[in-house]
């Protein structure tokens, strides 16, 4: 087992990994588990967790992040 963790682009690329994990390298990060800070992509893959940052010019660019009135 192991961890993979970036933030912004960096949060997509740890995504990615974690959407293939089970599928490529021959399993061998089937069990990892990824944490992806700020990312523009969002998986739900097994064994992931995402966090925000408001702040991140990365993460405000996507529209589809927009703050919403409640």
Known sequence: ??????ASL???A???MANIAGS?????FAAATFLGF?????????GILNLGFENDPIYKAINGYATSAL
């Open 1 to 6: 087992m192991g961890w993979r963790s970036s």
């Open 10 to 12: 960096g949060g997509a």
């Open 14 to 16: 740890t995504n990615l």
């Open 24 to 28: 490529e390298f021959g399993g061998r």
């Open 38 to 46: 700020a990312s523009p992509t969002i998986k739900t893959a097994a």
